[in-house]
């Protein structure tokens, strides 16, 4: 099978104890079997605290404490699991975060998620245009040739980033809703960080009130071609084509609303939130691309 990666996708290396938002915090952890077998199989002085801290109701996972971490995060903000046994006995949900893996008939793409504050910092601060690492054979891929085209739409830096963006919209021949209170839309959607909810005030006017600077286009621009890099080829399943590329618009449009400061430090914290929130609730993109649909 084909894989796609962004030029980029090889630069993460976890922070481990300098996170400032560790993963390992405020998330269910489920244990894949294979890594459940391994834990069951497992000898030594540590399998007992191991399997003291493992449910196996409903689908196995770690026992969060009382203040939801991992009862592996040790005091210095360090995997217990690695410092004992390895790093290769990790299950596989924390073997990979924060990369994730969209899988398509003919293709899976592989790429880094915003949700990890180190891994937006190198999505979000990279001056170079972002490309995908394409086998030859996905040229045959229409969905893929037709994002390429997006892609190229939203890098041509001789625009201001609102007009690349009104000409990616144009080749769809789409437009954001009007009237749309955006607040009230994003507000109703199922929140874990009252962070988030903060942040949504700020844009209780409109998401058209970002200041007109254009020294964070760059920035903006890697965003972009990663909404399109994670959610656009879902199309090719649910028919969406349009309400995909609208949703990357929106949340461009959103989070630069949002970034008051209109700093990179801001953008990339926005942007960890915003995929904390939005990206691992099925339930909440399904309500923007309905909305978006209207």
């Known amino acids: ?50 399997k003291a801290n493992i449910d196996i109701d409903d689908s196995p996972h770690f026992k969060l404490d009382a203040n939801e971490r991992c009862p592996f995060l040790n005091g210095n903000g360090l995997c217990d699991i ?8 990790l299950c596989q949900i924390c073997a990979d975060h924060p990369r ?15 949700c990890c504050e180190a891994a937006a910092e190198i999505i979000l601060s990279k001056k170079e245009k972002t490309s995908l690492d394409l086998p030859d054979e996905a040229i045959e891929i229409p969905i893929l040739n037709f994002r390429e085209k997006l892609f190229g739409i ?14 990616m919209l144009g080749t769809v021949d789409a437009h954001l809703p009007n009237n749309t209170d955006w607040y009230q839309v994003f507000n109703s959607l199922e929140k874990m960080d009252k962070s988030w909810g903060e ?17 964070l286009d760059t920035a903006y621009e890697q965003l972009l071609v990663y909404l399109l890099f994670r959610h656009f080829s879902d199309c090719q399943y649910d028919g969406r084509l349009k309400e995909r590329v609208l949703f990357a618009a929106l949340i461009y449009k959103v989070i630069k609303a949002m970034n008051t400061s209109n700093t990179v430090e801001e953008l990339i914290e ?19 691309l309905l909305q978006l649909s209207k």
């Open 154 to 167: 939203l890098q041509d830096r001789s625009l201001p980033i609102k007009k690349r963006v009104d000409n």
């Open 100 to 114: 994730f893996r969209n899988f398509y008939d003919d293709f899976v793409e592989v790429g880094l998620g915003l």
């Open 1 to 50: 099978m084909l894989t796609i990666k962004p030029d980029y996708y090889k630069k993460f290396k976890c922070i481990a104890d300098r996170c400032k938002h560790n993963c390992c915090i405020g998330w269910e952890i489920d244990i894949d079997e294979t890594t459940l077998e391994k834990y069951n199989n497992l000898g030594g002085d540590f399998t007992s605290t191991l």
């Open 270 to 288: 926005i942007s960890r939130i915003y995929s904390c929130e939005i990206e691992y609730s099925d339930e909440n993109i399904d309500k923007l």
């Open 199 to 215: 942040y949504l005030l700020t844009i209780k006017d409109g998401i058209e009130t970002a200041p007109a600077d254009n020294s």
């Open 82 to 89: 690695i410092t004992n046994i390895g790093e290769d006995m």
